[in-house]
C-alpha cells in the first residue's frame, strides 16, 4: 500500500496543471498589427511596437517580416509530440522614405494555401561561395588549435 502512495505522490506531483507554452517570435503579432496604419505609420513607429523584425527581404530592405510562433506540448498519450498552437507571418512593405505602403497578416490556416515548389537547384562546382571559405577556415582551426599539422605557426 505505500508503494502504491508513493508512486501516486511522485506522479500528481509532476503533473503540471497550466499548459506550458513556448513562444518564438513577437508576441500578440495579430493585435499589435492592427495598431498599423498605411501611410499612417513609419518605420520608427513600427520599431518601437513591434521591435526589429525576425527577417527583412533579401532583394531590398524594404519588406520587413515578423514572425510569432507558439507550440505546446500535447497530451501523455503523444509522448512529449508538440502541437502547435499559432503560427502568424506579418509582412510589411515600407517606400523609400519609411512609410509603410502595405501590410499583410497571415495565419497558420492561411499559410497552409501556399505551396512550395519541391525542385532543387544544383550547386555552382567552379566557384566556392563566400560562407564555405570561412567556415572551412574555422574547421581546419577546430580541428587543429595549433597549427602542429600544417607546420610550426612559430618558425
Known amino acids: 500500500m505505500k508503494i502504491i502512495l508513493i508512486i501516486l505522490a511522485i506522479f500528481l506531483t509532476s503533473c503540471k ?15 499589435k498589427s492592427k495598431e498599423l496604419f498605411i501611410n499612417k505609420t513609419n518605420i520608427n513607429q513600427i520599431r518601437s511596437l513591434l521591435g526589429p523584425p525576425s ?3 533579401y532583394f531590398d530592405g524594404n519588406i520587413l517580416i515578423y514572425l510569432e510562433r507558439k507550440t505546446s506540448n500535447s497530451k501523455l498519450l503523444k509522448l512529449g509530440k508538440k502541437k502547435l498552437l499559432a503560427n502568424n507571418v506579418l509582412l510589411l512593405e515600407v517606400n523609400d522614405k519609411g512609410m509603410l505602403i502595405n501590410k499583410e497578416f497571415l495565419n497558420k490556416a492561411d499559410l497552409k ?3 512550395f515548389s519541391e525542385k532543387v537547384s544544383d550547386k555552382s562546382l567552379g566557384r566556392q561561395s563566400f560562407i564555405y571559405r570561412a567556415l572551412s577556415g574555422v574547421r581546419t582551426k577546430l580541428n587543429d588549435p595549433l597549427g602542429k599539422k600544417r607546420g610550426s605557426l612559430g618558425r
Open 113 to 115: 494555401k501556399y505551396e
Open 17 to 31: 496543471l497550466n499548459k506550458i507554452v513556448n513562444h518564438h517570435g513577437t508576441h500578440n503579432l495579430e493585435t
Open 55 to 57: 527577417s527583412t527581404s
